[in-house]
């Protein structure tokens, strides 16, 4: 079964460098999540799309935004990233619509990126 | 404060073991979900349980939900070396399209 796709799986960048990460969800997932864990964390929630629209927005700082696509994909961008930026980023999907399933609700979760800061 | 604490920390037994891992969580949920994550890899989906469910199996995995306690606990049958990796619950508060909170997670080490 088809996944959710991430890419590129590990990036590199100097301080105050921005980069964009991008997230191709589960065919006919309708949300879309951003998730960052840092080293020996937890997974933090950062931002959410559903149906192209932002859903929800956790702590994610003014330096990052998103956006979620026609062709339902989403990037993540990033500026004048810093040290503690370094982290593994998780992009996540789900299906809310109808039929109800058993998978309705659950959030399959892509490769992740690894950024590295240097 | 922080939602889905799982206990305990790290779990080391024997391959062929049963492994029980509790989360405990604060706000109300709409359902718990749990995750594997090998070092440094992806999270893997285990089970989804919702809140009018008590108890859900999935292969060797049994996990359990207590709403009263806001507890849920996950069993591992008959470990295997390769169930070595972190687990994760996550607390879903209103199942429409919202947020997942992790807990800190339990490292389970299975000894050949």
């Known amino acids: 079964a088809a996944g959710v796709i991430q890419s590129p799986r590990h990036l590199i960048k100097e301080k105050r460098e921005t980069a964009t990460l991008k997230c191709y969800p589960i065919?006919?997932?309708?949300?879309v999540y951003w998730y960052q864990q840092g080293p020996g964390q937890d997974p933090q929630f950062l931002i959410s799309?559903?149906?192209?629209?932002?859903?929800d927005k956790g702590s994610i700082p003014d330096r990052f935004s998103a956006q979620q696509f026609s062709d339902y994909h989403s990037e993540l961008n990033m500026s004048s990233l810093e040290l503690g930026d370094s982290a593994l980023y998780f992009c996540?999907?789900?299906?809310?619509?109808?039929?109800?399933?058993?998978?309705?609700?659950?959030?399959?979760f892509g490769p992740g990126t690894r950024l590295t800061v240097l | 404060s922080q939602q889905g604490e799982e206990d305990p920390q790290a779990l080391s037994i024997q391959e062929g073991e049963n492994a029980t891992m509790n989360c405990s969580y604060k706000?109300?949920?709409?359902?718990l979900q749990w995750y594997r994550q090998n070092s440094g890899r992806g999270l893997v989906h285990l089970i989804l349980?919702?809140?009018?469910?008590r108890e859900k199996h999935s292969g060797r995995l049994r996990v359990t939900l207590d709403t009263s306690k806001k507890s849920s606990s996950l069993l591992i049958t008959a470990s295997r070396a390769a169930d070595t990796a972190s687990y994760f619950c996550?607390?879903?508060?209103?199942?429409?399209?919202?947020?997942?909170?992790f807990g800190k997670g339990i490292t389970l080490s299975v000894r050949p």
């Open positions: 065919p006919r997932h309708d949300t």
């Open positions: 706000t109300s949920i709409n359902n």
């Open positions: 996540a999907s789900s299906f809310l619509g109808t039929p109800v399933s058993e998978s309705t609700d659950t959030q399959y």
């Open positions: 799309f559903y149906e192209k629209m932002q859903s």
């Open positions: 996550a607390t879903d508060p209103t199942g429409a399209n919202s947020k997942l909170t």
């Open positions: 349980i919702r809140s009018n469910e």
